[in-house]
T-cell receptor, first 111, second 111 residues
Framework: DVKVTQSSRYLVKRTGEKVFLECVQD?????MFWYRQDPGLGLRLIYF???????EKGDIPEGYSVSREKKERFSLILESASTNQTSMYLC??????????FGPGTRLTVT | GENVEQHPSTLSVQEGDSAVIKCTYS??????FPWYKQELGKGPQLIID?????GEKKDQRIAVTLNKTAKHFSLHITETQPEDSAVYFC??????????FGSGTKLNVKP
């Protein structure tokens, strides 16, 4: 059974803090993705990675960075959190050709 | 980039009725179209998908149709049940790289 886990379900941070969101998958998938989900906007791609140490920008990368040092782990970093980054963050993984599997999400609140 | 539009944003049906959700896409290079169901507190889960070389695909009460010429695809759920209540997302992808999501449809099935 494919499993994508995210380090926190709920997170509250202060403006200006550096925030780390961790994602781990257990299916040896090459591809990993970070999305943010906002009401009425669907899922928007922040960054994705198709191999260790490889990354590509998605549609809304500003204010975010990522790290993929190991195949199973993909981290999203908010260098200096702002209130407009309050959102639900979803991680997903997939093989090179195949469906995406999503984690349960992290609801981040920046105050 | 790709633009995926999804309608309606909310849909309320009586148990046993059918439900139809429609999506349009803009990039003719898109060749993979998955549909996801997201239940409260969970990440999206794939329920059915279709590739551009197929016009229709069915899995029990769920079916998806694709019209490449018109660049639209639809999700059909027959004999709806209360457990079908959730948010549904369509998506489009070219060769399983970036995925572009619609804004979501909240389906409510009334008992």
């Amino acid at each position: 059974d494919v499993k994508v886990t995210q380090s926190s379900r709920y997170l509250v941070k202060r403006t200006g803090e550096k925030v780390f969101l961790e994602c781990v998958q257990d299916m040896d998938h090459e591809n990993m993705f970070w999305y943010r989900q906002d009401p009425g906007l669907g899922l928007r791609l922040i960054y994705f990675s198709y191999d260790v140490k490889m990354k590509e920008k998605g549609d809304i990368p500003e204010g975010y960075s990522v790290s993929r040092e190991k195949k199973e782990r993909f981290s999203l970093i908010l260098e200096s959190a702002s209130t407009n980054q309050t959102s639900m963050y979803l991680c997903a993984s997939s093989p090179p050709v195949g469906e995406q599997y999503f984690g349960p999400g992290t609801r981040l609140t920046v105050t | 980039g790709e633009n995926v539009e999804q309608h309606p944003s909310t849909l309320s049906v009586q148990e046993g009725d059918s439900a139809v959700i429609k999506c349009t896409y803009s990039d003719s290079a898109s060749n993979y179209f998955p549909w996801y169901k997201q239940e409260l507190g969970k990440g999206p889960q794939l329920i059915i998908d279709i590739r551009s070389n197929v016009g229709e695909k069915k899995d029990q009460r769920i079916a998806v149709t694709l019209n490449k010429t018109a660049k639209h695809f639809s999700l059909h759920i027959t004999e709806t049940q209360p457990e079908d209540s959730a948010v549904y997302f369509c998506a489009a992808s070219t060769n399983f790289n970036k995925f572009y999501f619609g804004s979501g449809t909240k389906l409510n099935v009334k008992p």
